[in-house]
């Protein structure tokens, strides 16, 4: 099983179903695999850290971004496109994401875009509270 660690800002958008999925960079680790389990996290290795939620992977696409693009599975988004993956995955702006983006990883970033069901993360959240 994998877990990703989220900044704190992220979690409301994650409970809610607007973040559907997470840019994470190639490293050393193996990325989830469509079909198995992945743990959502905030706040891991602090005394802060608990867990979002636990859900399944429904499909990982190879995603490249630039200073201003992004490349999915080899091809390059158009602006509409474009603006709802950076909206769904918790940012106002595409802007936004490519700002984070440069500050965390530089240009360019390769890794994988993993998406999960967004209804299977706000059933948990209905009742965790």
Request: charged share 25%.
């Amino acid at each position: 099983m994998v877990a990703y660690n989220f900044l704190a800002k992220f979690v409301p958008a994650i409970k809610t179903g607007r973040k559907s999925h997470t840019f994470r960079v190639y490293g050393k680790r193996r990325h989830v695999r469509p079909g198995r389990l992945v743990q959502l996290y905030t706040g891991m290795r602090t005394k802060a850290c608990r867990r979002i939620a636990e859900t399944t992977c429904t499909h990982v696409d190879r995603m490249t971004v630039g200073d201003d693009y992004i490349m999915l599975n080899g091809q390059i988004l158009g602006h509409i496109r474009l603006k709802k993956l950076t909206q769904a995955d918790g940012f106002d702006t595409p802007a936004d994401f490519f700002a984070w983006v440069k500050a965390t990883h530089g240009f360019p970033a390769e890794g994988v875009l993993v998406h999960w069901d967004p209804e299977d993360v706000i059933r948990q959240a209905d009742t965790d509270t």
